[in-house]
């Protein structure tokens, strides 16, 4: 019996893997450039939710299609969550994932705001446990890329009543992952959007919710005609002060050097509690780096760039790690650079400070990191 890093007995899980697994040498095609979110492993895991029987039912079997009756409920009323994170391989060939139990707490959080089933810690991560081990062949090496793992919730009731569903499917797949923005670590434009907003006080922004992001598609459309590779968003009552970029976390650096500073958007609520900014506050303390949550307005980030104590921008989040942003565009407040455009020595740091302990490159301070295999 395997336990999670708590203590706690990981979910018995039923393994039957697919008979047709992918050939070694088609494997190793994929994982020579796997990009992100293109090619999958060769097995899923999944479980069911029902209101007579609980959780049940799960099983690690063939990655295959889903077959879904026109009427189920999450395809009419978006009762769907999901979550993110990595599995990385050391060295010395052994595999962990990062921070899990955070990622369990965090899909329990989407799933109770959404009127969902609960999943239990020890199956979120006996599912993650399962899946590698059958599929460890698929986690690639190297510090930029990982297995991307994806578990995800879904209301398989059939019917079109407007109420929370009856029945639930859990899925976790996997797929091998190279850098999420292709050009790497280049610094991004970005629109800041005054029309949208992702999420307003009472609504979904803590949750990890499907809507969110389809919500999302029309700004990033807007910036892309802008010239701009991601959205800022703003919040919903002032359209004032900076929330999120994308789907990704931001942080701001004030001044250099040892007198150099975070400041990270507070969570209001509406804002999404990354995993990835929570460890970067601890990485930022650990190496000698103040660091803070607080309120940056629009205005605040102009004027920090033209005076020069603005000195560097960066998002972060598990898909990308740290992503610098270069250049802001606006359409009341005009355009302007963060510093040169460049990557800044603090977000290159913080950075690599936090991809060596995911890779194992550097002492584990926190226990952050959970063996796989």
């Given at each position: ?10 979910w ?28 999958f ?25 889903l ?22 391989r ?34 979120f ?14 986690v ?36 091998p ?52 590779d ?20 931001l ?14 958007p ?49 998002a ?31 977000t290159?740091r ?7 302990i995911q890779?194992?490159q ?12």
């Open positions: 019996m395997t336990t999670t890093e708590t203590g706690t007995a990981l018995p899980i039923t393994v039957t893997p697919s008979a047709h697994p992918a050939s070694a040498e088609d494997r190793e095609a994929v994982l020579a450039n796997p990009g992100f979110g293109q090619q492993t060769d097995n899923m895991v999944r479980a069911t939710w029902t209101a007579d029987e609980g959780w049940h039912d799960a099983r690690l079997e063939a990655y295959g299609p077959l879904l009756d026109p009427a189920t409920n999450f395809m009419h009323y978006g009762q769907a969550i999901f979550e993110g994170l990595k599995a990385y050391h060295e010395d060939g052994s595999v962990w994932t990062f921070r899990p139990i955070q990622n369990a707490e965090r899909f329990a959080n989407s799933a109770r705001r959404l009127a969902m089933a609960e999943l239990p810690i020890e199956l991560v006996g599912s993650i446990e399962a899946l590698v081990r059958q599929d460890r062949g698929w690639p090496s190297g510090q930029e890329r990982s297995l991307y793992l994806r578990p995800f919730m879904i209301s398989t009731e059939v019917g079109l009543g407007v109420r929370p569903g009856n029945r639930y499917e859990y899925l976790l797949i996997a797929s992952a190279g850098a999420y923005f292709p050009r790497g670590l280049t610094p991004v434009s970005v629109w800041v959007s005054d029309d949208y907003v992702r999420a307003a006080p009472g609504g979904t922004g803590e949750a990890k919710c499907a809507g969110n992001y389809a919500a999302s598609l029309v700004a990033q459309a807007e910036a892309a005609t802008h010239g701009c991601q959205v800022v968003w703003l919040d919903a009552v002032e359209r004032r002060w900076v929330e999120e970029m994308g789907g990704m976390n942080y701001f650096v004030f001044g250099s050097g040892d007198s150099a500073r975070l400041v990270t507070e969570l209001t609520g509406s804002l999404l509690p990354g995993i990835t900014r929570s460890s970067l506050l601890t990485v930022a303390s650990d190496l000698g780096i103040r660091a803070d949550e607080g309120r940056i307005s629009v205005d605040d980030w102009r004027q920090g760039c033209e005076s020069g104590e603005i000195s560097e921008v960066f972060c989040g598990t898909a990308a790690v740290i992503t610098p942003v270069g250049e802001v565009k606006t359409r009341t407040s005009g355009a302007w650079r963060v510093s040169d455009g460049g990557t800044g020595p603090v290159q913080l950075r690599q400070a936090l991809l060596d890779t194992g550097a002492p584990d301070r926190h226990n952050w990191l959970h063996r796989l295999v």
